[in-house]
């Protein structure tokens, strides 16, 4: 098995050209990165504790404000009415009777929608968070079935909600494509992630395969998923003269200001968008339509607006996972070695968005193999738009790579574990950087262990009645990412209190509670001695809840701001100190004060320092290096996913009996939130394996099951006892030595699920979701 180690052939990486845009494109100038953290060998007193979420009671006790919950006086309720057809123009608009419905304040229309720039479409900045690069309600022109048409603002939601169902609105239909095979038969082209061409070339891969004596060759396809976060979209906004004030449900409160700035002509400053809690975003919670049309409407109203999608309208105006349909074959030599991998497909996106699902993306990184041919072709097709979605790509991509590693184990003999081991990369296969740290064996093998993988029988052979009883594992992976632009503020008082300021999120991973752990370690204080202000564009960063790179963004900013903390805090402390004269990397946080690493005697109190300097406090703002160290290694979550499932021979009712996830995801700074996070990425794997799918009407491009009466999540009953563990082994070369872990549990389950299955009933499903009438 070749190792690539031409620097030209690094350039193929998807990862690592992804990675390369983004520190290129920062705004800022290289910085010194790269350089392993020499804290992050030392076990403090906060880092690896279980932490309970400091936002859980309030959220609980109901006080945490949500966007839809922000009350404002005089404030009006918005209702979206949606277009019915794919593709034409609104060729009569009567809203005469919705506009003498009691209550009813205005009905915005493109007639009368104050006039505005188009938002910028994810791919295109990187600051853009919107689905499209569409005009917004400006001109009478459909794009897709479920478009918003025309917006009621009414005194209550109710007078607005029945309002617009008196809207009477007549369509010339335009030619249209909603079907993916007809998509696919008027062309394809290359597809592009963040910027990147989705295809990857090492050797002739066909060629390998064709002369590889085992071989698995099939085709996989995977439906659209619709976003359904527990708390639907919402937004309350409010004029105050020119100056825009957002209460929004966002994964990016900077990226949503500088957005709504330029879609409304006024400068950044003049956007203030707040979001300190967030039910569920996954991907979604970006910058919609809803967010535009109902500052549009509070401008036009000279009145504050409510605007909160129905599940309905988050059905039919955000965006959905992309259906595809890939090719994965697999080539080995006598010993089992890889000596080709093909992952090829198909996905769609419409023509106004840049988003296509990157089903390749962790093919590239997770075996090493002689020979390579990655691609992702797009086909078009007029519909709401596909965005992120949990584990964008490797949740998907990941079903048909290793479903394949399943078959081609049992074609050559050998359990499915050894042959994954057999073929673990030295380095990166496609790019030849070596790995900043790589455990997954390690995690393969303690997980085999705990979840009882010597127990495995062949394919069909278990039976305990009525039930077939199958075992069946996946390898997960999800690449370390960390945006630049982490600015983090600290400010300590004589108290001895710190306030930590970032312009990040909690969408309930515990953003808050495990910032406030890493401050208090480096500050040497208790945790009630820690505050962490985020959720704000006011205050400094930016950050993106997304990637899983949050936590390591905001830790790298905050690392930043510690530093400049210590060396001023050194330099008011004077020659009479007992810390005079050392370097700010010859200090560490204590007892409520700073000492020497090696020497605890020498040390002084926060309080006598800021005394002595004669302030009340002190307050410093830094920003985290450039994130080089994604271009020196290559850089990953691993996962290894095992699950038992049981399938009724009567019926093909399937129930999955138990799961495992075993998980190399570096140091795990909070173990509780982190079990949280990784079982809650193994839940929606699930629901991707067995229920998600949204029906798509492919005559009309409509959404046919717009709410979770149709769209089905797993329930309680359909989620089994879920164990979970980690390595908990450090990578030298992150900030605090941890990698991402919000999206690697979703990674690897559906092909967990499917071979366990496979291996219950010896029948394979391609298509997801694996449902009865597909096994019986």
């Avoid at 910058?287 to 000279?302: E, F, I, N, S």
């Avoid at 996106?349 to 699902?357: A, G, K, Q």
């Avoid at 000492?595 to 002190?618: F, M, N, Q, T």
Wanted: proline share 6%; net charge negative.
């Amino acid at each position: 098995m070749s190792i690539i180690n031409d620097a030209a052939e690094a350039a193929k990486s998807l990862a690592f050209k992804v990675m390369k845009k983004a520190v290129e494109n920062a705004p800022d100038r290289w910085m010194p990165g790269g350089t392993p953290d020499p804290l992050i060998r030392r076990q403090h007193g906060q880092i690896g504790r279980p932490i309970s979420r400091i936002d859980g009671p309030l959220k609980v006790e109901g006080s945490a404000r949500f966007a839809a919950e922000v009350a404002l006086d005089n404030m009006t309720y918005a209702a979206i009415a949606f277009s019915t057809i794919a593709r034409g123009r609104i060729a009569s608009l009567d809203v005469g009777d919705a506009e003498a419905a009691p209550g009813v304040v205005l009905v915005m229309s493109y007639r009368n929608a104050p006039r505005m720039k188009p938002m910028q479409a994810l791919g295109s900045s990187e600051m853009a968070l919107s689905g499209d690069d569409l005009p917004v309600m400006q001109d009478d022109v459909i794009h897709w079935n479920g478009q918003p048409v025309a917006v009621v603002l009414a005194e209550t939601q109710e007078q607005a909600d029945y309002a617009r169902s008196l809207i009477r609105i007549g369509y010339e239909i335009w030619p249209s494509t909603t079907a993916f095979e007809v998509a696919k038969a008027a062309g394809t082209e290359t597809g592009f992630f963040l910027g990147q061409p989705l295809h990857v070339k090492v050797g002739d891969a066909e060629s390998a395969l064709a002369a590889a004596p085992f071989r698995v060759d099939g085709l996989y396809r995977t439906p659209r998923h619709s976003h359904a976060a527990i708390e639907p979209h919402a937004t309350t906004v409010a004029w105050n003269e020119d100056a825009l004030v957002v209460h929004d449900a966002t994964q990016g409160v900077t990226h949503t200001a500088w957005q709504l700035s330029r879609v409304f002509g006024i400068p950044q400053e003049k956007v203030h968008v707040t979001s300190p809690y967030v039910g569920g975003g996954f991907g979604s919670k970006g910058l919609w339509q809803h967010q535009v049309l109902g500052a549009a409407a509070a401008k036009l109203a000279r009145r504050p607006v409510r605007i909160t999608l129905s599940r309905e309208g988050v059905f039919r105006i955000v965006g959905v996972r992309s259906p595809t349909e890939q090719r994965v074959a697999i080539g080995a030599d006598e010993r089992g070695c890889f000596t080709a991998i093909v992952h090829t497909g198909t996905a769609l996106m419409t023509p106004h968005n840049f988003m296509p699902e990157p089903f390749i993306a962790g093919t590239g990184n997770s075996y090493a193999a002689e020979t390579f041919k990655l691609d992702v072709q797009i086909a078009r097709i007029n519909s709401v738009a596909s965005t992120f979605m949990r584990g964008p790509g490797e949740a998907v991509g990941t079903f048909a790579l290793e479903c394949a590693v399943d078959e081609l184990a049992e074609l050559i003999g050998l359990d499915p574990i050894e042959l994954r081991i057999r073929n673990e990369p030295e380095r990166n296969p496609t790019d030849g950087r070596p790995f900043s740290s790589r455990n997954i064996v390690e995690a393969y093998r303690a997980g085999a262990e705990r979840f009882g993988w010597s127990t495995r029988q062949a394919p069909g052979t278990r039976r305990e009645g009525e039930w077939l009883v199958g075992l069946g594992c996946a390898t997960g992976t999800y690449p370390y990412y960390r945006m630049p632009g982490g600015v983090a503020r600290l400010t300590i008082d004589r108290d001895g209190c710190v306030r930590a300021s970032v312009a990040a999120h909690e969408m309930g991973m515990g953003t808050a509670t495990a910032h406030t752990q890493v401050v208090a370690d480096r500050m040497g204080l208790p945790l009630d001695k820690i505050t962490v202000e985020y959720g704000d564009s006011i205050l400094p960063g930016v950050f993106l809840a997304g990637g899983s790179q949050q936590t390591a963004a905001i830790g790298a900013a905050i690392i930043a701001a510690h530093r400049t903390l210590v060396a001023k805090l050194i330099r008011l402390a004077g020659n009479d100190s007992p810390i005079a004269g050392l370097r700010p990397d010859e200090v560490t946080g204590l007892d409520g004060g700073l000492a020497k690493l090696d020497d605890a005697e020498r040390r002084e109190s926060y309080a006598s320092i800021l005394a002595r300097a004669k302030l009340p406090e002190l307050t410093v703002e830094a920003k985290a290096p450039l994130p080089l160290e994604m271009l020196h290694w290559s850089m990953h979550s691993q996962a290894a996913m095992f699950c038992e499932a049981r399938v009724n021979a009567v019926t093909g009712e399937t129930r999955i009996a138990r799961f495992l996830g075993s998980f190399d995801c570096g140091r795990i700074v909070n173990p509780k939130t982190a079990a949280s996070q990784f079982r809650g990425g193994i839940i929606m794997g699930l629901g991707l394996a067995l229920m998600e799918e949204t029906a798509f009407d492919e005559r009309t491009g409509r959404v046919m099951s717009p709410s979770l009466a149709e769209y089905h999540v797993p329930a309680h009953l359909d989620v089994p006892p879920i164990d979970v563990m980690w390595t908990d082994i450090p990578d030298p070369h992150t900030p605090m030595g941890a990698r991402g872990i919000g999206e690697i549990g979703i990674t690897g389950t559906g092909a967990a699920v499917a071979n366990a299955i496979y291996n219950a009933t010896g029948k394979r499903i391609r298509d997801l979701p694996i449902t009865l009438d597909k096994l019986l």
